[in-house]
Structure formats: structure tokens, C-alpha cells
């Protein structure tokens, strides 16, 4: 089935681990995005990627990394967790990210809480 | 700064009309989207407006201005299934999306 795909669907982690967000898409969208979603606040972007081998920071992008190997994968990591990285995370994707009509489709999501 | 403005929340009647608003002032402009999410799930593509109008689709229907910075959504025949956040968000000049924190839209029977 054509999509995003996401893993873990939900996690606890403690302050301080390492943990890597796992993006998968299957539809050879050239560009591929993460986002945190916070409570009263809108989808704010943290990392993005135009196409395979390139990435850009986003709005929020401390704390977190990204690599895009190939065009399917877009893994998302957090070097050090703390307690305010505690979000809801969307990866999505789109044809490409010029032309303002590129619709972008998301994934699942993952509820990500750090103690 | 960029900024996009919803209300927070909207309550209407099953079977009725709602309007949702939303105000934006950005780095440029490349369109203007309404996605809708509903709780727990993510957000799912509604309409694209780039040109000043009315788009409509089905009981759905999306409108621009940009000279006032304004477009709403507009929800006619009203379902329960309609209950469920209403996304605005503006495509800068860097072809970034620009999110407003949402419009939760509660039907009641």
C-alpha cells in the first residue's frame, strides 16, 4: 500500500538516551519533512530534505539530526533526549518542495515522551 | 516574524454551515492550504488555494484574498465525522509550509 510509514508508533524514553524516528515512503517523492506537533501550538518543521543525499534545518532543529541515504528513508535523531523534545513527531513527504501546489502526505506519527 | 491565525475552537450543529477563518502574514506567497486532522491521526490534504477565489469541492469549499491576507473554509451539511482540527497553512517564499495551530471544530447533534 502506497504511503508513509512510521516507527515506533509511540515511545518512553529517558533523558539523556539516544533514539532514531524512522521515516519510510514508497511513493519516490523527491522531498521528505519532519514536524513536532505541541498542544496549542501549529506543526513546526525541523528538518527537511529536498531530494536524496541533501538536507536542510527547519525551524526547530536543535537538538535533532537527519540523514536521507536514499529516496525512501528519512530517519530523525535525537542525540540526547530531554523532556521538552516530548512531541508528537509527523514525517511527510511531497513530489518535490518548489512549485507552491506540491500537496505534502504524512505518516502515522509517532507520540515521542522523554522523562 | 510569520504568523498564521485560526480560532482556537468552533462548535456547530449537525446538518448546518461553518465558516473557519484564518489570517496570515508571511514571507512572501505560494499558496495557501487547509488540511484536516482528526484526533490521534495525521493531518490529511483538503484544498490548495493560489489564486484569489473560491475553490469548491463537495461539501467542502476554500477561499483566498491575498491583497487582506485572509482565506476561510467553508463546511456546508454538516456530519459528525466533520469533528476534527482544521489546519491553515501558507507556502513562503522559500516553499515552506507555514502551519496556523489549528481550528478544532466540535458537531453537535
Known amino acids: 500500500i502506497a504511503g508513509i510509514t512510521q516507527a515506533p508508533t509511540s515511545q518512553i524514553l529517558a533523558a539523556g538516551r539516544r533514539m532514531t524516528l524512522r521515516c519510510t515512503q514508497d511513493?519516490?517523492?523527491?522531498?521528505m519533512y519532519w514536524y513536532r506537533q505541541d498542544l496549542g501550538l501549529g506543526l513546526r518543521l525541523i528538518h527537511y530534505?529536498?531530494?536524496?543525499?541533501?538536507?536542510g534545518k527547519g525551524e526547530v532543529p536543535d537538538g535533532y539530526s537527519v540523514s536521507r541515504a536514499n529516496t525512501d528513508d528519512f530517519p530523525l535523531t535525537l542525540a540526547s533526549a530531554v523532556p521538552s523534545q516530548t512531541s508528537v513527531y509527523f514525517c511527510?513527504?511531497?513530489?518535490?518542495?518548489?512549485?507552491?501546489?506540491?500537496?505534502?502526505?504524512f505518516g502515522p506519527g509517532t507520540r515521542l515522551t522523554v522523562l | 516574524g510569520q504568523n498564521i491565525d485560526q480560532p482556537t475552537e468552533m462548535t456547530a450543529t449537525e446538518g448546518a454551515i461553518v465558516q473557519i477563518n484564518c489570517t496570515y502574514q508571511?514571507?512572501?506567497?505560494?499558496?495557501l492550504f487547509w488540511y484536516q486532522q482528526h484526533a490521534g491521526e495525521a493531518p490529511t490534504f483538503l484544498s490548495y488555494?493560489?489564486l484569489d477565489g473560491l475553490e469548491e469541492k463537495g461539501r467542502f469549499s476554500s477561499f483566498l484574498s491575498r491583497s487582506k491576507g485572509y482565506s476561510y473554509l467553508l463546511l456546508k451539511e454538516l456530519q459528525m465525522k466533520d469533528s476534527a482540527s482544521y489546519l491553515c497553512?501558507?507556502?513562503?517564499?522559500?516553499?515552506?509550509?507555514?502551519w496556523g495551530a489549528g481550528t478544532k471544530l466540535i458537531i453537535k447533534p
Open positions: 511527510a513527504s511531497s513530489d518535490s518542495i518548489a512549485g507552491g501546489s506540491n500537496e505534502q502526505f
Open positions: 511513493m519516490r517523492h523527491n522531498a
Open positions: 530534505s529536498n531530494t536524496a543525499g541533501t538536507t
Open positions: 508571511t514571507s512572501g506567497f505560494n499558496g
Open positions: 488555494n493560489v
Open positions: 497553512a501558507v507556502v513562503d517564499s522559500n516553499y515552506q509550509l507555514i
